[in-house]
């Protein structure tokens, strides 16, 4: 019973290039949520998904930043043209939706390199 | 919105002794859960224990348990014969969901330290 598989596990991009994270759910998880930690800080909310819907973006950046849950396959959030400032580990977080909420169950973050 | 508020950035305890986590937030729903993460320096983050806010009764996972006060906003979490292994950072989190929308909301955290 495989967790939330992130990878790539370290990510290292020059500035200007794109970054893609990839996030497969636990088996039977149709809820994801992306998450942004800077170092030494909390975890600070992106992107809430469903399948094929985005539900809630309300702390994604406003551009270059986007995310996607398709049917088939994993979540992918996107960077586009990075900068130094977009350096963080991202997590994502699986809960299988509907009824009680037992809790998000996490990946173990892809942390992103700019240089 | 939510908000939620970790006050102490860095506790510490002796192997073996007991020490509590402070955690308050705000919310204006009354249907809501609240949890407690911990997260190693691999930096995987672990679910601890989790409180239903409908529940008066506080939760208690093994050696972590909860002091729920719903009408102060308060959460903390106490671990008992505290051990090395539970050195970490420690996040408190409030989930709301409205429709289909949901958000879990995260604590600045507390840096836990374990000594001898």
């Known amino acids: 019973n495989a967790g939330v598989m992130q990878n790539p596990r370290h990510l290292v991009r020059r500035r200007g290039q794109e970054a893609r994270l990839r996030c497969s759910p636990m088996?039977?998880?149709?809820?994801v949520y992306w998450y942004r930690q800077l170092p030494e800080e909390g975890l600070k909310f992106m992107v809430y998904l469903q399948k094929e819907n985005i539900i809630d973006e309300s702390g994604m950046p406003k551009e270059r930043f986007s995310a996607e849950f398709p049917k088939e396959g994993p979540s992918i959030l996107r960077i586009q043209q990075v900068v130094r400032g977009d350096s963080a580990a991202y997590f994502c977080?699986?809960?299988?939706?509907?009824?009680?909420?037992?809790?998000?169950?996490f990946g173990q973050g892809t942390r992103l390199t700019v240089v | 919105a939510q908000t939620v508020t970790q006050s102490q950035p860095e506790m510490s305890v002796q192997e073996a002794e007991t020490v509590t986590l402070s955690c308050t937030y705000d919310?204006?729903?009354?249907?809501?859960?609240l949890f407690w993460y911990k997260q190693p320096p691999s930096r995987q983050m672990i679910l601890v224990i989790r409180?239903?806010?409908?529940?008066?009764q506080n939760a208690t996972e093994n050696r972590f348990s909860v002091n729920f006060q719903k009408a102060a906003k308060s959460f903390s979490l106490k671990i008992s014969d505290s051990q090395l292994g539970d050195a970490a950072m420690y996040f408190c989190a409030h989930y709301h969901a409205t429709g289909t929308a949901s958000k879990l909301t995260f604590g600045t955290g507390t840096r836990l330290q374990v000594t001898l």
């Open positions: 977080a699986s809960s299988p939706g509907g009824g009680a909420f037992s809790g998000a169950f």
């Open positions: 919310t204006s729903e009354s249907d809501y859960y």
């Open positions: 088996k039977g998880h149709s809820h």
């Open positions: 409180q239903e806010a409908y529940k008066q």
